[in-house]
């Protein structure tokens, strides 16, 4: 397995893309929505490397090795030698029909021999809850990772790519088969709960209506206090934990809209009425711990280097951490060592497991690993 990694940036993509050098069989790009030269540089890939899968999504900033950029494009070129890779792509008529988009999608790449699903999504259009347990639905004994398209924080439209194709209103995913392949993958976090713990009395999918009776949005309001004013960019930096039973994890979960009229909140992910939910806050270096953490679960998976960790992290993790960002993409090179290429993107939700023994959840305000190698 070869890996080449170049960021491209606009006045000089043109010759930083000429340095590409190996027969890549899959090129990854996670590129910045407000990148003009999107569809030329597109063009050119799909001409130089005609048989190869190209996919990628709009992002919240791009990670290339220990840097995090914005205005550009975070290529990575792969040439695997044993382990075979297919591209399947389905488009979201509607969110309500989310699990069957990860139904459909599960089913065209189905195989005996299918290892590993890397999954990219519309990061607005999708109810990635849904889309998560549509793919375990089709495919249960198959590790899945990836994540939300972006659109920095402006939540107006995002994008993937698939090979020729950029546009919203799809998921594509690349399969990876055989026995070949090494992969390892974790989501950590690192976010601090505070206040009572509520229970959600009525929600429906992922609008979460009231919290013990009462309205949702009056709810939270009352907790964020000046920070009301700013919704709903403001949610970003107070997501909720939720859990169904005493025992289970929590899942966090990140608020992308509000509803004046009927005091209701969209989160990226489904809302369980019934379950519990507690409000949360950014610690700088919890987060950063938390990124260290979900580096070192992926390692211990892998039991050894990689040659490429691909990096999904939240859009709010980014917006807290700020001028610091790059510290938790800095930990991630501590713990995973020089070998491995880094890339990845700034996202709008996270798709993985916790860990090796657990099952594949859409995650808010992670940072998630994915680590590939051949053997």
Not at 266 to 288: C, E, P, W
Request: aromatic share 8%.
């Amino acid at each position: 397995m070869k890996v080449q990694q170049i960021s491209l940036l606009p006045y000089s993509w043109r010759d930083d893309i000429s340095q590409l050098n190996i027969d890549a069989n899959l090129l990854l790009l996670f590129m910045s929505p407000k990148f003009k030269e999107r569809q030329e540089v597109l063009d050119y890939l799909n001409t130089k490397y005609p048989e190869a899968i190209i996919t990628g999504c709009s992002t919240a900033g791009e990670i290339s090795d220990i840097h995090v950029n914005d205005f550009s494009v975070s290529l990575t070129a792969v040439q695997f030698e044993k382990v075979e890779q297919r591209l399947a792509v389905v488009q979201i008529e509607d969110m309500k029909f989310s699990y069957k988009s990860g139904q459909q999608l599960g089913t065209k790449l189905k195989a005996d021999d299918l290892k590993h699903l890397l999954v990219l999504s519309d990061g607005l259009n999708i109810n990635g809850a849904d889309l998560v347990a549509g793919l375990r639905a089709s495919l249960p004994e198959v590790s899945i990772t990836g994540g939300l398209a972006a659109d920095g924080s402006d939540f107006n439209e995002t994008f993937i790519i698939a090979n020729d194709y950029i546009g919203d209103k799809h998921v594509v995913a690349v399969g990876f088969y055989g026995e070949h392949l090494k992969v390892g993958y974790s989501s950590k976090g690192g976010w601090d709960s505070f206040g009572i713990e509520r229970l959600v009395t009525k929600s429906h999918k992922n609008v979460l209506y009231e919290l013990d009776g009462l309205p949702a949005l009056e709810i939270y309001k009352s907790f964020l206090g000046s920070e009301a004013d700013n919704l709903p960019s403001s949610a970003l930096l107070f997501p909720i934990s939720m859990r169904d039973n005493e025992n289970d994890r929590p899942l966090v979960r990140t608020i992308l809209s509000v509803n004046e009229d009927d005091q209701s909140l969209t989160f990226a992910g489904n809302i369980h009425q019934g379950s519990y939910v507690r409000l949360m806050k950014a610690n700088i270096d919890r987060l950063i711990k938390g990124s260290e953490q979900s580096a070192k679960v992926a390692n211990d998976i892998f039991k050894e280097s990689a040659d490429l960790a691909i990096l999904i992290s939240c859009v709010g993790r980014r917006l807290v951490l700020k001028q610091l960002i790059e510290e938790e993409v800095e930990v991630v090179r501590e713990v995973v060592g020089d070998k491995p290429k880094i890339t990845g993107f700034y996202s709008y939700g996270e798709i993985a497991p916790h860990g090796e023994f657990s099952p594949c959840e859409l995650h808010n305000q992670s940072m998630t690993i994915t680590t590939l190698s051949e053997c």
